[in-house]
């Protein structure tokens, strides 16, 4: 059985090993090789004067990123990775890699985000690359873990839907037999018709699709949503879930992933909690100080607005007490003051994490609401029915998996964090 190339130690006295060819050197009577599986690489060293025929042959013909099985015996030696190497008595080629490589996998040879998009494959055996999405399941296992801790029912919901979700725009259209039907926008309208069901609270991980035009460094057109949704609680209460959840994750991650995070050269800070909550008016005042576009009340927070308020509070932090307007239809009024919603963002100094809100639950004010945003009630009679069927109160929130991963790692591209994007150029692989 081979071993997992970390497992080999400089006391190590004979291994068998399998894995990628990561660098090849030759220096006359001594050749080098770097091997390299998931948990690390190894040196394999052949003195040629001394090794049978057979494993010259093979390390005379193998190129980089063919698989190989090495066995022999370990050497401690200083100055290789990881203070030992293996001199092989047996060098079996498994499988061989065309040249050139489309990229460099030692990253000796910097590429383009394109170039290894294009060759995702190749690019994700690179360390550094897999340290991002090792975090990335850590994130995913501990925040939904999380959630089930706190009485969550994982639910699973359509990706292909008859309406949209988030308003009129951004949807893919698809063709469903005789109808029309569209990629879903957010499990909103789901979540929701759940706490009639009552569940009482959800979570759901998956896709969400948005049909956006732009290509930035922040927007994907699918990406992954952690949705939750809870009855008997309002907007407060769901922003401290997710204040529990962020802090829960990020502790999780320093806790279990100390390689990765080290690989990438990240010194992850748990955010401290409570996170400052901001009113929307305040935000915008705030903002208004520094940037040049100055916004007025009414628009959405712009991505320099965003950069403006994330160097003034320096860490995680709630926009609160959002106009109504400028909220989707589900977003409950303050009764005292319906000019203003219970709608909040949980921003990253960098960019906007989760939105969230507590919803509205009665039906007549619902109808009012989509209708006031230009929607037609009757395409949304599905949802509207377990508003007249006793609906809790209920609040919730979306959080992107994406953006949470970026901003942990501080990574440059949200692309970095997904392993196969799709944007607007990009449909494969
Ligand atoms: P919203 O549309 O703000 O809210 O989406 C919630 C979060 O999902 C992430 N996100 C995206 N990430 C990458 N690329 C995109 N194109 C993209 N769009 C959204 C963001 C965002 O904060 N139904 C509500 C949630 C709710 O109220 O429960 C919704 O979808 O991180």
């Not at 990253?107 to 360390?127: N, W």
């Amino acid at each position: 059985m081979h071993l997992p190339i970390r497992a080999v130690t400089p006391e190590t006295e004979s291994a068998e090993i399998i894995g990628w060819v990561h660098e090849v050197r030759d220096l006359g009577g001594l050749a080098f090789f770097l091997i390299r599986d998931r948990t690390g690489i190894i040196q394999v060293t052949i003195p040629k004067k001394k090794v049978p025929a057979e494993i010259l042959d093979v390390a005379r013909n193998v190129s980089r990123e063919s698989v190989v099985r090495v066995q022999g015996t370990v050497k401690a030696i200083e100055k290789a990775p990881g203070g030992r190497e293996i001199v092989p008595e047996e060098l079996e080629l498994i499988s061989t890699a065309e040249s050139p490589l489309p990229l460099d996998v030692a990253e000796k040879v910097p590429a383009e985000m394109d170039t290894r998009l294009d060759s995702r494959f190749l690019d994700a055996r690179k360390p550094r690359v897999r340290a991002i999405f090792c975090i990335r399941s850590a994130v995913t296992c501990a925040a939904t873990a999380f959630l089930a801790s706190r009485g969550c029912i994982n639910i699973a919901t359509p990706k292909i839907v008859a309406a949209a979700t988030e308003g009129g725009t951004e949807l893919f259209p698809i063709a469903y037999f005789e109808k029309e039907a569209f990629m879903n926008q957010s499990p909103q309208l789901y979540k929701q018709m759940m706490m009639a069901a009552g569940f009482e609270a959800v979570f759901e991980l998956g896709p969400i699709f948005r049909a956006e035009e732009h290509n930035t460094v922040r927007h994907l057109n699918e990406a992954t949503s952690l949705d939750v949704e809870v009855s008997f609680a309002d907007h407060n209460d769901v922003m401290e879930l997710l204040e529990d959840l962020i802090v829960h994750v990020y502790d999780y991650v320093a806790k279990n992933c100390a390689d990765a995070l080290e690989e990438l050269g990240v010194e992850l800070a748990v955010p401290a909690k409570p996170f400052p909550r901001i009113p929307y008016a305040e935000a915008i005042e705030i903002a208004n100080r520094t940037v040049e576009e100055r916004l007025a009340f009414g628009d959405d927070l712009s991505p320099a607005a965003e950069r403006a308020l994330g160097d003034t509070v320096g860490q995680h932090y709630f926009v609160v007490d959002w106009p109504t307007d400028i909220r989707p239809y589900y977003a409950m009024p303050y009764p005292d003051r319906p000019e203003f919603c219970k709608a909040f963002d949980l921003m990253h100094p960098r960019m906007e994490l989760s939105s969230g809100a507590q919803r509205i639950h009665d039906h007549d004010l619902l109808v009012e609401r989509i209708g006031a945003k230009g929607l037609s009630p009757e395409s949304f009679e599905f949802y509207l029915k377990p508003f007249r069927y006793g609906m809790p109160p209920h609040s919730g929130w979306g959080l992107g998996i994406e953006r949470l991963v970026m901003t942990m790692l501080d990574l440059p591209n949200i692309r970095e964090a997904v392993l196969f994007p799709r944007d607007r150029h990009r449909l494969t692989p």
